[in-house]
């Protein structure tokens, strides 16, 4: 079996929630550093302009967004699983529960931080529109209200003695919020101070550290590029036949985020269904790859 690719750079928060998964399914896998601020030509000629961390390249497929990165590993590296004790559709739904996490974490990263490039506050200016940068000084304390009352959920929701978020095994949704935990230990500062607070949380970061990252190999983008070109994409599954968009199989469409970094990619509709939408598109460099994302969190529509 081909081993996948992540286009990632080490500092993704977004990213380490998949390296996590490639820990937990044990897999071998190859990775390419993609720049940490744009332009980023050698990952949108994959995507058609979807520019976020990380994304996953399967020969000619493409994958979009970590909820639907994490659902493709899990079709195709069933074992382990990523939903030990079941309750699939709530751990994917966390997704949208570790965003809210994840904001004022990343506010908190950003303010004040003076080791971080000044290109790279700049590029997440532009980026992340849905956060007020004039205003991080003052809103600090709030934030870290925040980010204080989402650790507490955490903590009390291990106060049962459990090892991981489900039960006494690791799955989609202690990657989920590990991400944001390693985002505050990593960036934040007085991060560590923070999270010395809640025992429980702290024992449950280590179990989830210890599950690593897999087996990761460096391969720079030139050959996910020729991989891409010179493999055929899978089929899609065409149009659901209840679906509310009026869509068809075939036709122009652009996916577009709905919350930030909202740049339409646009190509021929293949799959479209309540969890996942896909497009065809050609590329001088990637050759025809489809493009997957999740159907929950992005707008579909004609082109």
């Known amino acids: 079996m081909i081993e996948p690719i992540l286009h990632h750079f080490d500092w993704s928060p977004y990213a380490e929630k998949i390296r996590?998964?490639?820990?937990?399914?044990?897999?071998?896998?190859?990775?390419?550093?993609?720049?940490?601020?744009?332009?980023?030509?050698?990952?949108?000629a994959l995507t058609g302009g979807?520019?976020?961390?990380?994304?996953?390249?399967?020969?000619?497929?493409?994958y979009c967004d970590t909820s639907c990165i994490a659902r493709e590993l899990?079709?195709?590296?069933?074992?382990?699983?990523?939903?030990?004790?079941?309750?699939?559709?709530?751990?994917?739904?966390?997704?949208?529960?570790?965003?809210?996490?994840?904001?004022p974490g990343a506010g908190l990263s950003m303010s004040g931080n003076e080791a971080l490039p000044a290109e790279l506050l700049q590029d997440r200016r532009e980026f992340f529109t849905h956060m007020d940068?004039?205003?991080?000084?003052?809103?600090?304390?709030?934030?870290?209200?925040?980010?204080?009352?989402?650790?507490?959920?955490?903590?009390?929701?291990?106060?049962?003695?459990?090892?991981?978020?489900?039960?006494?095994?690791?799955?989609?949704?202690?990657?989920?919020?590990?991400?944001?935990?390693?985002?505050?230990?990593?960036?934040?500062?007085?991060?560590?101070?923070?999270?010395?607070?809640?025992?429980?949380?702290?024992?449950?970061e280590s179990r989830v550290r210890a599950l690593g990252h897999g087996e990761r190999?460096?391969?720079?983008?030139?050959?996910?590029?020729?991989?891409?070109?010179?493999?055929?994409?899978?089929?899609?599954?065409?149009?659901?036949?209840?679906?509310?968009?009026?869509?068809?199989?075939?036709?122009?469409?652009?996916v577009t985020p709905d919350d930030y970094g909202k740049v339409p990619v646009r190509g021929e509709l293949v799959t479209l269904d309540a969890t996942c939408v896909a497009l065809r598109r050609r590329d001088p460099r990637a050759g025809e790859v489809v493009v997957h994302f999740p159907r929950l969190g992005y707008v579909v529509a004609a082109a």
């Open 20 to 44: 996590v998964l490639f820990g937990l399914k044990r897999l071998a896998w190859r990775s390419v550093q993609v720049p940490m601020v744009m332009p980023k030509p050698d990952l949108t």
């Open 50 to 62: 979807y520019r976020k961390t990380p994304v996953l390249q399967v020969g000619a497929d493409v």
């Open 74 to 103: 899990e079709r195709r590296y069933p074992s382990p699983t990523l939903f030990p004790e079941g309750g699939a559709g709530l751990a994917y739904a966390l997704a949208t529960w570790a965003e809210r996490f994840f904001e």
């Open 133 to 204: 940068f004039d205003r991080f000084a003052e809103r600090t304390p709030h934030m870290r209200g925040q980010v204080l009352a989402q650790l507490a959920l955490l903590e009390t929701h291990l106060a049962d003695g459990r090892a991981f978020l489900g039960g006494d095994r690791a799955g989609l949704a202690d990657a989920t919020a590990y991400y944001v935990v390693w985002m505050l230990r990593a960036f934040v500062a007085g991060g560590d101070a923070v999270l010395s607070r809640h025992l429980r949380l702290a024992a449950w």
């Open 217 to 254: 190999r460096e391969i720079d983008a030139t050959e996910a590029l020729t991989e891409a070109r010179t493999s055929t994409p899978t089929p899609g599954h065409g149009v659901a036949a209840d679906d509310p968009s009026g869509l068809q199989e075939g036709q122009a469409v652009s």
